[in-house]
Each structure stands twice: as structure tokens, then as C-alpha cells.
């Protein structure tokens, strides 16, 4: 007996569609993954994801399309955010099934970052302990608006450009744990290896501000450290 066509359930698989077909292209994960650190005009997004404009704006159209980016008008620019802390929660569960499913995503990771002691990382579960004791000083290797836009409480906001020049900053009787965006940037790789370098005990946090967005745990915000 053939069963009959239910076409309310087509209608909500294609709306689910919509997300899939939004981000089906490289460079639209990218630009959510950037917006994940904090809002950005197109011309930022563009530098950041090496894209044109004119693509970088075509990308964040499907974005917008699809809801998962807002804009807000800010002087001359538009700036983009991500709609809401759900989507950054996709991006970490979708990231976190590539790297169970696809073998490849080691691979690339172990290519582009090397295997050293940089890549074995402090958990964040850890680190938290490791700060609510006094443990450690905990460095945001990010841009500052970055830093402003979102950081994890306790940090210092240390961008890599200016790390050499302000070492004298951080403390040298304690380990020093630096972070950036993610699993994936090399910053916080690159800030530990100058810091092993120059004489401190320094480790890595593997995970980014999304991803302690994404547990639920609390993130700092403005310009310095919470207390």
C-alpha cells in the first residue's frame, strides 16, 4: 500500500535545507568562524577570509538569507555579527563531527600546526581550575577587538604583533597559557613558541572563546580582565 505524500514535513526539510545549502561553501564557515571572535565590517571579513569584496559580500548575502548573520549600520559601514550565540553552538557541534568523522581533518591540522608539545594543549576545564587557584597568567593572543568583543575571564589581552615587545609584562614565576580563535590558528602556537623561547613555562588552550560560549561557560567582555 503506498503511503500517502505528507507535504508538511517536505516543507520543513527544505526550510532545514536552507541552513545546510547556506554554509556548503568553504569560505561562508570561514566567515561564520571569524564572526565567532566578534562583529566585522565586510572590509575586515574580506581581508581576514583573502576574499574580494564583491565575493565576501555575496557570501554574507547567503548568510543573511539563511539567518544565521544580522547587520547593524555603523557610521559609513556595516558591520556583521552572528544572529544569535545558536549559531556559534552549530559551528563548534559541526566542527566537532568533522574531526570524529573525517580523518582528514587531522591530517590537515597536523600538516599546518606540526605535532610538538604546542599541540598538546591545556583543556579548558583545567585551565579554569588552574585560574580560579592563581595558577596561572592567561594570555589573548587575539586583535583586541576581538579581546573586547569577548574573552575569557581572567585574560590579558596580548596581540601576537606586540608579544616580543611586551614580554616584560608577564610574570616569570608561573606558566603562561595563551589562546586565540581556536583549535585551527596558529597565533597561540607561534605565541608559546617565543615564549618557550625567551625562558617561560608556556602552554597552549586549544579552545577558543566560541567554543567556552558553546559550554556555556562565562565570557568576559570590554576591555580588561574579570575579576
Not at 95 to 106: F, I
Request: charged letters at 30%; a positive charge; aromatic letters at 6%.
Amino acid at each position: 500500500m503506498t503511503r500517502p505524500k505528507n507535504p508538511h514535513k517536505d516543507a520543513i526539510y527544505e526550510q532545514f535545507a536552507r541552513i545546510g545549502k547556506a554554509i556548503s561553501a568553504p569560505k561562508r564557515l570561514q566567515l561564520i568562524d571569524v564572526l565567532s571572535q566578534g562583529p566585522r565590517t565586510v572590509e575586515a571579513l574580506a581581508e581576514q577570509a583573502d576574499l574580494s569584496l564583491a565575493n565576501a559580500s555575496q557570501h554574507l548575502q547567503v548568510l543573511r538569507a539563511a539567518r544565521l548573520v544580522e547587520t547593524e549600520k555603523k557610521g559609513l559601514y556595516v558591520e556583521y555579527r552572528l544572529a544569535d550565540a545558536e549559531v556559534g553552538r552549530f559551528f563548534v557541534a559541526l566542527r566537532s563531527l568533522a574531526e570524529a568523522r573525517l580523518a582528514e581533518v587531522e591530517q590537515i591540522t597536523r600538516d599546518v600546526l606540526g605535532a610538538g608539545d604546542a599541540m598538546e594543549p591545556i583543556e579548558g576545564e583545567e585551565l579554569r581550575r588552574r585560574i580560579k587557584r592563581g595558577e596561572v597568567t592567561v594570555v589573548d593572543v587575539r586583535p583586541p577587538e576581538e579581546f573586547r568583543a569577548g574573552h575569557v575571564p581572567g585574560a590579558i589581552s596580548l596581540p601576537l604583533a606586540e608579544l616580543h615587545k611586551r614580554l616584560g609584562e608577564l610574570p616569570n614565576d608561573r606558566e603562561i597559557v595563551a589562546y586565540c580563535r581556536g583549535p585551527y590558528c596558529v597565533m597561540a602556537v607561534e605565541a608559546v613558541a617565543l615564549l618557550r623561547k625567551k625562558g617561560f613555562r608556556a602552554r597552549r588552550m586549544e579552545e577558543g572563546v566560541v567554543d567556552w560560549r558553546a559550554r556555556g561557560w562565562r565570557v568576559a567582555t570590554g576591555e580588561g580582565a574579570a575579576r
